[in-house]
């Protein structure tokens, strides 16, 4: 059964029905942004938050205040999330909750929540906004089964490799008596506080099934196919589930009888696979607006950054990607084209990508001079230098004896047929030297 929201609460799959008013939200955190600068002086945080009525990424929220260290502390997803006074707008498309001025927060971390709900009345740690009250027990207690209605592998909070300073300047939360504390009382946050921000950036080789991920990734080739778009990309790892792009292979797959070793040179209708071999590539399809945009800007050996790609099995059980349109904002487009290759995510790449180039070249050579060993042996003992000497001198006298044939025929066009008909006459006998001086 799914948790309920708590009194006093919207839940977040009925926001739009409060477009310009003020609420009460509380709910899982799903994904969280950088803290960015706003274009005037303040700080804004994005994140989005799920409940039980809402089974996607969830509803998003950008929260601004005029210091860093005054937004919540969010230390990745599967975090709780309590704010009050949210104003719910409409925004690029989409419903979102904006903060003001009087919009409290208070945050649950992972690590602070028990995975059952205790039979007793309890306190969860918590990190709350100076003025802000703390939970209830009810707000506690679905906070409990809310994070533990999803799916916990998924949470990088539970990972996060630095938790919260907490600093506390005011004296802590008194439980009543009746109500025993279970886990450490709350305080106030009054400094400057440190924490893990979600980031979903992975390479290719630590990528896993059923999970989103944020790419970076030079482009190999790009299909575009009835509306999206096939990115092929890569970022020098491999991974185990990916297609095995093998060297001389082409792409289409065409046969290449008669040249077992590879020394036909590529047409236009076989055309090889440009590299890198291996299990190096993964094959992303874009969707609209990602695909038009693909088609529109993107080109061969450009660095791109992919936000939010789900990778998952294709018809052939192997990894791929795949970028849909954001629901809640149909024009939103999360493909960027890296220009500055000072990024470290991009110099990283460059780096591997001269690392197998060497090695390819290396194995390549070796594996050339290995076919050719291999088929000299197939043909026969090689010859030496003097047989191959003669072998030239016997097809050029060859050659020279088929022209002559050639031209002797060209002078004579008549066919030997016509000089044999019954009513041709003979050709003139020439006299031969020696009866000329006896006459």
């Known amino acids: 059964m799914s948790p309920s929201t708590p009194k ?15 609420v009460n939200l509380m709910g899982l955190v ?24 809402i089974y996607d990424e969830g509803v998003k929220i950008r929260f601004f205040r005029q210091r860093e260290n005054q937004l919540p502390p969010i230390s990745g997803t599967g975090d709780i999330v309590i704010l009050q006074n949210v104003r719910i707008s409409f925004f690029s498309g989409m419903t979102i909750g904006l903060s003001n001025m009087n919009t409290n927060w208070t945050v649950l971390h992972a690590m602070s929540i028990p995975e059952s709900l205790p039979s ?28 533990n209605s999803k799916d916990k592998a998924s949470y990088t909070s539970l990972y996060s490799n630095s938790q919260p300073q907490i600093h506390n300047q005011s004296t802590p939360m008194q439980a009543d008596s009746s ?6 009382a709350a305080h106030t946050v009054a400094a400057p506080v440190n924490f893990a921000r979600r980031d979903k950036f992975t390479l290719i080789k630590d990528a896993k ?9 030079e482009v190999v080739k790009i299909y575009p196919n009835n509306g ?11 991974n185990s589930l990916l297609y095995n792009y093998v060297w001389g ?13 590879g020394y036909i040179p590529p047409t236009s209708s076989n055309r090889s696979w440009p590299g890198p071999f291996g299990k190096m590539t993964l094959t992303v399809t874009l969707w609209p607006p990602h695909s038009q945009f693909a088609q529109e800007k993107i080109k061969e050996n450009q660095f791109v950054f992919l936000r939010n790609t789900r990778i998952r099995y294709s018809r052939d059980s192997k990894m791929e990607g795949s970028m849909h349109t954001d629901k809640r904002d149909i024009d939103r487009i999360d493909v960027t084209i890296i220009k500055d290759h000072s990024d470290d995510r991009v110099k990283s790449i460059l780096r591997r990508k001269r690392e197998y180039i060497k090695k390819f070249k290396e194995q390549s050579v070796k594996f050339v001079d290995q076919a050719r060993g291999e088929k000299r042996k197939q043909e026969g003992t090689p010859l030496s230098k003097s047989e191959k000497k003669k072998q030239k001198r016997q097809r050029q006298r060859e050659n020279k004896k088929r022209y002559r044939e050639i031209n002797k025929e060209n002078q004579n066009p008549q066919s030997e047929a016509e000089q044999q008909t019954p009513n041709s006459q003979p050709p003139p006998v020439r006299p031969d030297k020696h009866e000329l001086n006896k006459n």
């Open 8 to 22: 006093d609460y919207v839940a977040l799959s009925s926001i739009s029905k409060h477009l310009k008013s003020l």
């Open 30 to 53: 799903t994904d969280v942004m950088p803290v960015a600068r706003t274009r005037g002086t303040d700080w804004m945080l994005s994140f989005r938050l799920a409940d039980s009525s």
């Open 120 to 147: 007793h009345p309890l306190q969860l740690e918590h990190i709350k906004e100076t003025g802000t009250r703390s939970p209830t027990q009810q707000e506690m207690a679905y906070a409990i089964e809310l994070y």
């Open 179 to 184: 109500c025993p504390p279970t886990l450490p």
């Open 209 to 217: 099934i059923d999970t989103f991920y944020d790419l970076v990734g």
């Open 228 to 238: 999206i778009v096939e990115l092929y990309i890569t970022d020098y790892t491999s």
């Open 249 to 261: 292979q082409a792409e289409e797959e065409i046969s290449r009888e008669g040249d077992p070793y």
